[in-house]
């Protein structure tokens, strides 16, 4: 007899980091929080989208700054 789980499917490293993606700019949706809040991502996808996500916002930065400045 197999079981089945009831437990929902953790989301793919594309959608983290989209998740990820909408939380830096500060539009997200409460249902779509709720679902992270409960296990929808894996912490591993979480850490390592946001570290890109933070390299990302830093380059930009350096490259607006050194824009102005020449």
């Known amino acids: ?34 679902d992270d809040v409960e296990g929808g991502m894996n912490p591993f996808y979480v850490i390592i989208a946001a570290l890109i996500g933070a390299a990302l916002f830093i380059a930009l930065l350096v490259f607006v700054a050194q824009s102005a400045v020449a």
């Open 1 to 34: 007899m197999k079981q089945t789980d009831s437990k929902p499917r953790g989301r793919s490293f594309g959608g983290t980091m989209k998740a990820i993606a909408w939380s830096f700019i500060g539009l997200r949706r409460k249902s779509d929080f709720d």
